[in-house]
Nanobody, 129 residues
Framework: QVQLVESGGGLVQPGGSLRLSCAASGGTFSSYVMAWFRQAPGKEREFVIA????????YYANSVKGRFIISRDDAKNTAYLQMNSLKPEDTAVYYC??????????????????????WGQGTQVTVSS
């Protein structure tokens, strides 16, 4: 079974930067589709960013384009979310998610939670002055 553990959350001032990590175990990490979602208090969980296992395809929510970057280190079985120019509205619990299999020719709905069978426990990010 795939296990995901997020870390790196904390308090940061508006305009600052933070990097989240998602450590994976239980499979061939290099083949995973990795994604990040977030949930603010009183709101539904929303899609943030996702990347294919090859790194050839990346999808962003409009709210984070130009500010957030997803990356991975296959040697460490870890995915990262680099968050720059943070805003108070970025405050949320951030979750990493993974999908092991992508079938060629079958569309993947990158922004949908049901496409990702494996989830981490979440890490809190607070953006405040």
């Amino acid at each position: 079974q795939v296990q995901l553990v997020e870390s790196g959350g904390g308090l940061v001032q508006p305009g600052g930067s933070l990097r989240l990590s998602c450590a994976a175990s239980g499979g061939t990490f290099s083949s995973y589709v990795m994604a990040w979602f977030r949930q603010a208090p009183g709101k539904e969980r929303e899609f943030v960013i996702a990347q294919s296992g090859s790194g050839s395809n990346t999808y962003y929510a409009n709210s984070v384009k130009g500010r957030f970057i997803i990356s991975r280190d296959d040697a460490k079985n870890t995915a990262y979310l680099q968050m720059n120019s943070l805003k108070p509205e970025d405050t949320a619990v951030y979750y990493c998610a993974a999908r092991q299999l992508v079938v060629p020719g079958i569309p993947l709905d990158w922004v949908e939670e049901y496409e990702y069978p494996y989830w981490g426990q979440g890490t809190q990010v607070t953006v405040s002055s």
